[in-house]
């Protein structure tokens, strides 16, 4: 991960082969989490609960899951408005998620920002940003506190495929290797950014190569197997800890739903999406490993799974229990 030119033509990482069972069953447990809280959240909204825009993360699980897992304490976390999953893998509570993007005074935002716009400093996610892009200058800035106080804390810096084509990326980029500051950009390349294939926006579709000309190494890996995912961010968190600069880690991920709640997704055929959902979904790709290295039993995902949709429906009553923030909230937080 010297250089560039280092990275192989293939640029794929393989899947670790050290996991354990007990972090393998965490990541299919967390994995679902997230699916089953954005599949409640789909159906919310739909019944008119929530309102405002709505971009779901169903597809996408073992991304931010296998990222986080290699993350340690104090390392930060800033992403676009696809957010909801990476407020779970930061253990923010599903109830007061839920309450968020249900407009309740019991959310991590009073209930103000909805979707796109929730943070937890003390689970140090930085949200949840709703302009394309800008979360990246902001993620670089995390960064470069980290060195200042010369705290050995990574930020990682989560944007999409569409994002990646903005100017204030590479803006970052420069600044990032200039002043060798540890961050690890995660490119979560759902090959649709809005609604347009990579092929027709970007010239580069690899988009590990991005950093090239910044002397970035990048890498490109499987983001819809968990293991590969786990791997690749240890070993880019570790190259970021050692001094060494940034780092780009290009996830090759596919989202099932549409770009948000609004979007129909005619751009792609349903038989693709069904191809993907059959043959390379994360969650059941690694249930099936679980279950051919008899490490859990039908017995088990079944109570898991039961757990989790619990979990997922004390957390809608809870939000749609709470109550609506007061009209005083509309003057505070807000810059006069």
Not at 42 to 67: D, K, N, R, T
Not at 169 to 183: D, I, R
Request: glycine residues 12%.
């Amino acid at each position: 991960m010297n250089e560039p030119s280092k990275v192989p033509e293939t640029g794929v990482a393989n899947a670790g082969s050290g996991s354990n069972t007990p972090a393998l069953k965490q990541f299919y447990r967390d994995m679902l989490l997230i699916r089953r809280f954005e599949e409640k959240a789909g159906q919310l909204y739909g019944m008119g609960l929530i309102g405002g825009f709505c971009h779901l993360y169903i597809g996408q699980e073992a991304v931010v899951v296998g990222v986080q897992a290699a993350q340690k304490e104090g390392d930060q976390v800033i992403t676009a408005y696809r957010d909801h999953g990476h407020m779970l893998a930061c253990g923010m509570d599903p109830k007061n998620v839920m309450s968020e993007l249900t407009g309740r005074a019991s959310g991590y935002s009073k209930g103000k920002g909805g979707s796109m716009h929730m943070f937890s400093a003390e689970k140090k996610f930085y949200g949840g940003h709703g302009i394309v892009g800008a979360q990246v200058p902001l993620g670089t800035g995390l960064a470069f506190a980290n060195k200042y106080r010369n705290n050995g804390q990574v930020s990682v810096t989560y944007f999409g495929d569409g994002a990646a084509n903005q100017g204030q990326v590479y803006e970052s980029f420069n600044m990032a290797e200039l002043w060798k500051l540890p961050v690890v950009y995660v490119i979560e390349n759902n090959q649709y950014a809005m609604g347009t294939a990579v092929d027709r926006a970007s010239a580069e579709t690899h988009f590990f190569k991005r950093g090239a000309s910044f002397n970035i190494p990048g890498e490109q890996v499987d983001g819809m197997d968990v293991e590969a995912v786990h791997a690749a961010a240890a070993k880019a968190l570790d190259w970021c800890r050692a001094g060494n600069g940034p780092i780009i880690l290009e996830m090759k991920t596919y989202r099932y739903r549409g770009h948000s709640m609004s979007d129909p997704g005619k751009y792609r055929t349903r038989d693709e999406v069904q191809a993907v959902r059959e043959k390379r979904d994360p969650i059941d790709h690694l249930g099936q490993r679980l279950l051919k290295d008899k490490l859990v039993t039908e017995d088990d995902l079944k109570a898991i799974d039961k757990d989790i949709r619990s979990i997922v429906n004390t957390a809608a009553e809870f939000a749609t229990e709470s109550p609506e923030p007061d009209p005083s909230e509309l003057f505070t937080d807000v810059m006069a």
